[in-house]
């Protein structure tokens, strides 16, 4: 059974900072890509980034420059750190792990203009 648990979430002021993290049990997390996606109030789930299990990087355009997606695979964890918060940013996280199709249960972030 596929797991993956996110943490790290919280308030913060625009402009601050905030690390992400996922941890996942039940798969060969080294061999996995691994993504990172958001839901705001209202609006659909959105890809925000992912990493290969190659370490290759990929963002969406919206956060490109101030979140950076990293993985540990002793710690079967990838994290999100996350810099220059803006109040759009504030959403739900989730991790995604493509080749089980599981999702975490989401962490949430705000953040306060």
């Known amino acids: 059974q596929v797991q993956l648990v996110e943490s790290g979430g919280g308030l913060v002021q625009a402009g601050g900072s905030l690390r992400l993290s996922c941890t996942t049990s039940?798969?060969?997390?080294?061999?996995?890509?691994m993504r990172w996606y958001r839901q705001a109030p209202g609006k659909q789930r959105e890809f925000v980034a992912s990493?290969?299990?190659?370490?290759?990087?990929n963002y969406a355009d919206s956060v490109k420059g101030r979140f950076t997606i990293s993985r540990d695979n002793a710690k079967n964890t990838v994290y999100l750190q996350m810099n220059s918060l803006k109040p759009e940013d504030t959403a739900v996280y989730y991790c995604n792990d493509p080749r089980s199709g599981h999702w975490g249960q989401g962490t949430q972030v705000t953040v306060s203009s």
């Open positions: 039940g798969s060969i997390f080294s061999s996995n890509w």
């Open positions: 990493i290969t299990s190659g370490s290759a990087t």
